[in-house]
């Protein structure tokens, strides 16, 4: 067996990596893939094995993973039409696809070369901050029933995430993993501690919740694009019902007084295919989805 391409992502490599992400997301508005960030990628390097290939190797820098069904891919660090037809082929030798693709990154491939194809399991919710403020509408009914039940129980307070609320983040997060009967190491609860402990270098925003100086949840988001927001972690202990949506509203509402830029959009990632996760980001109803699309050579 072959070794794995590349070289294992470290910290080190932010420096190499991230501008050219920066320069794939630049534009993209609220189409922006929400995987597109270094600090996604470093975070979820064991769940993908992601390696890095830089561009000393054979020119064209990308990074090798793999995804949740198991599909060898190539997120190039380049504009796919920038590369010659044998350079292309020759990449997707020991690989399957091209993936994430937006919709911009796929509109100039030539069907006769690519086969195109998106999973909804893949695909993005994205959803209007403004309809976060006060869950107006019929199909936010059950969300405004769910703040108010909250506010009802307690009189929750919100500090800015930072080194002096990282141990209440900690404590809902494993509150959390308690609730949900998980062992150690289980669901996302390393990404999140790495998330909590490395904020700051990783470009990491949002709040912690309390009530009578109990931590109740955090969110914490990342800005893809000006005004467009991935959520990537929330914690919500269930004793108290509706802090999931108290939360969100919460970032909207206050994000911009407290950081001074403003929340258009909220991306809360891709669902798995895992129904549970459909059902929640679905209730929330989502504005659009961001499809992430797999681009196969026709060989």
């Given at each position: 067996m072959s070794a794995a391409p590349g070289r294992p992502l470290s910290l080190s490599l932010r420096e190499a990596i991230e501008p050219a992400l920066a320069r794939l997301r630049a534009g993209s508005g609220e189409g922006c893939l929400s995987d597109l960030t270094f600090s996604n990628l470093w975070l979820f390097r064991a769940a993908h094995d992601y390696r890095y290939i830089g561009p000393e190797d054979d020119g064209w820098p990308r990074i090798s993973g793999r995804t949740y069904d198991g599909t060898r891919h190539l997120a190039p660090?380049?504009?796919?039409?920038?590369?010659?037809?044998?350079?292309?082929?020759?990449?997707?030798?020991?690989?399957d696809c091209f993936y994430p693709l937006s919709r911009r990154d796929v509109e100039g491939l030539s069907a006769d070369r690519f086969a195109l194809s998106a999973s909804p399991d893949d695909a993005d919710y994205l959803y209007d901050a403004s309809r976060f403020a006060d869950y107006a509408g019929r199909a936010l009914a059950w969300k405004r029933s769910q703040v108010r039940q909250l506010l009802a129980q307690c009189t929750p307070r919100a500090e800015a995430f930072g080194p002096a609320s990282a141990g209440a983040a900690l404590r809902v997060l494993e509150a959390w993993m308690a609730q949900k009967g998980k062992a150690?190491?289980?669901?996302?609860?390393?990404?999140?501690?790495?998330?909590?402990a490395d904020a700051a270098a990783l470009g990491l925003e949002g709040f912690v919740h309390f009530a009578h100086d109990e931590p109740?949840?955090?969110?914490?988001?990342?800005?893809?694009?000006?005004?467009?927001?991935?959520?990537?972690?929330?914690?919500?202990?269930?004793?108290?019902?509706?802090?999931?949506?108290?939360?969100?509203?919460?970032f909207c509402q206050q994000f911009e007084a407290r950081f001074g830029r403003p929340v258009r959009w909220?991306?809360?990632?891709?669902?798995?295919?895992?129904?549970?996760?459909?059902?929640?980001?679905?209730?929330?109803?989502?504005?659009?989805?961001?499809?992430?699309?797999r681009a196969r050579l026709l060989r």
């Amino acid at each position: 067996m072959s070794a794995a391409p590349g070289r294992p992502l470290s910290l080190s490599l932010r420096e190499a990596i991230e501008p050219a992400l920066a320069r794939l997301r630049a534009g993209s508005g609220e189409g922006c893939l929400s995987d597109l960030t270094f600090s996604n990628l470093w975070l979820f390097r064991a769940a993908h094995d992601y390696r890095y290939i830089g561009p000393e190797d054979d020119g064209w820098p990308r990074i090798s993973g793999r995804t949740y069904d198991g599909t060898r891919h190539l997120a190039p660090l380049f504009a796919l039409p920038e590369a010659p037809p044998e350079a292309l082929a020759t990449m997707l030798e020991d690989h399957d696809c091209f993936y994430p693709l937006s919709r911009r990154d796929v509109e100039g491939l030539s069907a006769d070369r690519f086969a195109l194809s998106a999973s909804p399991d893949d695909a993005d919710y994205l959803y209007d901050a403004s309809r976060f403020a006060d869950y107006a509408g019929r199909a936010l009914a059950w969300k405004r029933s769910q703040v108010r039940q909250l506010l009802a129980q307690c009189t929750p307070r919100a500090e800015a995430f930072g080194p002096a609320s990282a141990g209440a983040a900690l404590r809902v997060l494993e509150a959390w993993m308690a609730q949900k009967g998980k062992a150690a190491g289980e669901a996302d609860e390393a990404p999140c501690r790495a998330a909590i402990a490395d904020a700051a270098a990783l470009g990491l925003e949002g709040f912690v919740h309390f009530a009578h100086d109990e931590p109740l949840g955090f969110v914490l988001a990342q800005e893809l694009q000006p005004g467009v927001f991935a959520m990537r972690f929330a914690k919500g202990l269930d004793s108290h019902a509706g802090i999931y949506p108290h939360m969100f509203q919460h970032f909207c509402q206050q994000f911009e007084a407290r950081f001074g830029r403003p929340v258009r959009w909220l991306n809360f990632e891709q669902d798995m295919g895992i129904a549970g996760f459909r059902r929640s980001k679905r209730s929330y109803a989502p504005a659009a989805m961001v499809q992430k699309f797999r681009a196969r050579l026709l060989r």
